[in-house]
């Protein structure tokens, strides 16, 4: 007996999409709420096992530095684990940007899935030749290149297959549940990135730190599995079937959307290199609360760092679940507008209080704004830039455009990490510049982002999908492209 929930028994055609889908049959009866929403979690909540994959890999190279001291801390080796990860999730998120259209959304999430288990276990696992330290991390840069290849194929292929999906749900809602279950996700990965590593050195101690890093990695590969079998169930979004193209007229797709993926790509360049370059002010309020007399002899119990680690990682938690409804009731545009230019006003302010703020003597009011400053930029494009990037484009060429956006991404967040250090640079030897500088420049550009965003990005309602799929076919149309041969053909 077939137990896969199809999208849509029965289609909907664009002109008269339902409010809320209850014409949407499995076995001649309505689908419940359940049967519309799981799909758009099983395709979208990857993104956990992508948060937690990126946030944890800096907990174990901190594991790796207490084991092996400055050999590993001092080498190339700390650096090329974390930043060639990023040369992979490009890499995956462009192949299977492409993949995802030409191919199958769901075939490609099932392939991009069971490579970040095998090379996640295989990381766990690393051991190099002989036992040597340079051995051992170059087999562990090498898998978590391919983790990253993993991890970047969840991005066009899963968030796009849960935006298709979220056609069924309610209008009104749909912004909601799609950062539930992709945003949201990611945020949660991030901070379980954190809290995982303190728990299992808790549990093993610091005597068994060659035991606890392979755990925490271990962990990594256990998730994804419930993903994959969930996936096995999930078939085609309707969406897809109509609009997949047998021959793809590159020509007319970048003459029509070229200025709308420029757009989407420089405000999700700017939101990545804010967001992961940031980090490293973390360590100037932590290393306050930690060690305040900057005694060099102190040394702090990893789970404690871990434990910080966690506190900063749920700033974003609240600011993405209260972004997800202000999504649906603003709108994602209007949303990322607000968000950037809190933040950045935020930011601004940080620049004036800064010698205040950043003493041992205010350092929870370092936090507590620090924290904000972080929940606003959830708020904003970290919600709102992927259910943009993944709603802007017609069905038929999705997967490439969000995908080609999410690469550029993460290239901010890789050039954030480069860029950031000079900008520290700049302060000099004053301490106070060192931090007001950089604070100067993200402010800046979180209004320029919110510039972008509110003179150059569509305004995304509850039924752009639908919308934007008939008016890039009128488009193909006017332009002498055969639509009649779109779609799945079934015989």
Same mark, same amino acid.
């Given at each position: 007996?077939?137990?896969?929930?199809?999208?849509?028994?029965?289609?909907?055609?664009?002109?008269?999409?339902?409010?809320?889908?209850?014409?949407?049959?499995?076995?001649?009866?309505?689908?419940?709420?359940?049967?519309?929403?799981?799909?758009?979690?099983?395709?979208?909540?990857?993104?956990?096992?992508?948060?937690?994959?990126?946030?944890? *890999?800096?907990?174990?190279?901190?594991?790796?530095?207490?084991?092996?001291?400055?050999?590993? &801390?001092?080498?190339?080796?700390? #650096?090329?684990?974390?930043?060639?990860?990023?040369?992979?999730? %490009?890499?995956?998120?462009?192949?299977?940007?492409?993949?995802?259209?030409?191919?199958?959304?769901?075939?490609?999430?099932?392939?991009?899935?069971?490579?970040?288990?095998?090379?996640?276990?295989?990381?766990?696992?690393?051991?190099?030749?002989?036992?040597?330290?340079?051995?051992?991390?170059?087999?562990?840069?090498?898998?978590?290149?391919?983790?990253?290849?993993? %991890?970047?194929?969840?991005?066009?292929?899963?968030?796009?297959?849960?935006?298709?999906?979220? @056609?069924?749900?309610?209008?009104?809602?749909?912004?909601?549940?799609?950062?539930?279950?992709?945003?949201?996700?990611?945020?949660?990965?991030?901070?379980?990135?954190?809290?995982?590593?303190?728990?299992?050195?808790?549990?093993?101690?610091?005597?068994?730190?060659?035991?606890?890093?392979?755990?925490?990695?271990?962990?990594?590969?256990?998730?994804?599995?419930?993903?994959?079998?969930?996936?096995?169930?999930?078939?085609?979004?309707?969406?897809?079937?109509?609009?997949?193209?047998?021959?793809?007229?590159?020509?007319?797709?970048?003459?029509?959307?070229?200025?709308?993926?420029?757009?989407?790509?420089?405000?999700?360049?700017?939101?990545?290199?804010?967001?992961?370059?940031?980090?490293?002010?973390?360590?100037?309020?932590?290393?306050?609360?930690?060690?305040?007399?900057?005694?060099?002899?102190? #040394?702090?119990?990893?789970?404690?760092?871990?434990?910080?680690?966690?506190?900063?990682?749920?700033?974003?938690?609240?600011?993405?679940?209260?972004?997800?409804?202000?999504?649906?009731?603003?709108?994602?545009?209007?949303?990322?507008?607000?968000?950037?230019?809190?933040?950045?006003?935020?930011?601004?302010?940080?620049?004036?209080?800064?010698?205040?703020?950043?003493?041992?003597?205010?350092?929870?009011?370092? @936090?507590? *704004?620090?924290?904000?400053?972080?929940?606003?930029?959830?708020?904003?494009?970290?919600?709102?830039?992927?259910?943009?990037?993944?709603?802007? &484009?017609?069905?038929?060429?999705?997967?490439?455009?969000?995908?080609?956006?999410?690469?550029?991404?993460?290239?901010?967040?890789?050039?954030?990490?480069?860029?950031?250090?000079?900008?520290?640079?700049?302060?000099?030897?004053?301490?106070?510049?060192?931090?007001?500088?950089?604070?100067?420049?993200?402010?800046?550009?979180?209004?320029?982002?919110?510039?972008?965003?509110?003179?150059?990005?569509?305004? *995304?309602?509850?039924?752009? *999908?639908?919308?934007?799929?008939?008016?890039?076919?009128?488009?193909?149309?006017?332009?002498?492209?055969?639509?009649?041969?779109?779609?799945?053909?079934?015989?």
């Amino acid at each position: 007996m077939e137990t896969d929930i199809n999208y849509a028994e029965k289609p909907v055609k664009h002109d008269e999409a339902p409010m809320y889908a209850d014409d949407l049959l499995v076995d001649g009866v309505p689908k419940s709420f359940w049967a519309r929403a799981w799909p758009v979690f099983a395709c979208g909540a990857g993104l956990f096992s992508d948060g937690y994959l990126q946030s944890v *890999i800096g907990s174990v190279t901190t594991i790796l530095s207490s084991i092996y001291g400055t050999a590993f &801390s001092a080498s190339p080796a700390r #650096t090329n684990i974390t930043a060639l990860t990023f040369v992979g999730t %490009i890499v995956g998120m462009i192949f299977f940007g492409f993949l995802s259209d030409y191919w199958s959304r769901k075939k490609s999430l099932l392939v991009s899935t069971t490579v970040m288990i095998v090379f996640a276990a295989l990381s766990a696992g690393a051991y190099g030749a002989h036992g040597t330290l340079g051995g051992m991390t170059a087999a562990l840069t090498a898998y978590r290149v391919l983790v990253g290849v993993g %991890i970047g194929g969840e991005y066009p292929a899963g968030s796009v297959a849960a935006s298709e999906a979220t @056609v069924e749900l309610k209008a009104g809602t749909r912004n909601r549940w799609f950062i539930f279950a992709t945003n949201f996700q990611l945020d949660l990965g991030f901070a379980a990135g954190t809290l995982i590593p303190m728990i299992v050195v808790i549990a093993t101690t610091e005597n068994h730190l060659r035991a606890a890093w392979r755990i925490c990695l271990g962990i990594a590969a256990v998730l994804p599995i419930f993903l994959l079998i969930a996936r096995t169930k999930i078939q085609e979004p309707e969406e897809y079937n109509r609009a997949k193209m047998a021959k793809y007229p590159y020509g007319l797709i970048l003459r029509y959307y070229w200025f709308r993926l420029l757009t989407v790509c420089v405000i999700w360049f700017i939101y990545d290199m804010l967001t992961y370059s940031f980090s490293i002010f973390s360590t100037s309020w932590l290393q306050l609360i930690l060690n305040p007399t900057n005694d060099k002899n102190v #040394t702090t119990p990893l789970w404690i760092t871990f434990g910080w680690g966690t506190a900063i990682n749920a700033f974003y938690i609240p600011g993405s679940f209260i972004g997800a409804f202000m999504s649906d009731w603003i709108g994602p545009k209007y949303c990322l507008v607000l968000g950037v230019t809190l933040q950045g006003t935020i930011g601004f302010i940080m620049t004036g209080i800064y010698k205040y703020l950043d003493t041992k003597a205010h350092v929870a009011g370092f @936090v507590v *704004i620090y924290g904000i400053f972080l929940a606003l930029g959830e708020v904003g494009p970290g919600n709102n830039i992927g259910l943009i990037a993944s709603k802007a &484009s017609s069905t038929s060429v999705r997967g490439q455009f969000y995908g080609i956006a999410a690469a550029f991404g993460k290239l901010g967040g890789f050039v954030g990490n480069y860029i950031f250090p000079h900008l520290i640079a700049d302060g000099g030897s004053s301490i106070l510049k060192q931090g007001q500088i950089p604070f100067y420049f993200s402010a800046g550009m979180c209004y320029l982002s919110a510039i972008l965003a509110i003179t150059l990005l569509p305004n *995304i309602n509850q039924t752009f *999908i639908e919308e934007e799929d008939d008016k890039f076919k009128a488009f193909l149309e006017e332009n002498g492209y055969d639509t009649s041969t779109m779609g799945i053909k079934h015989e």
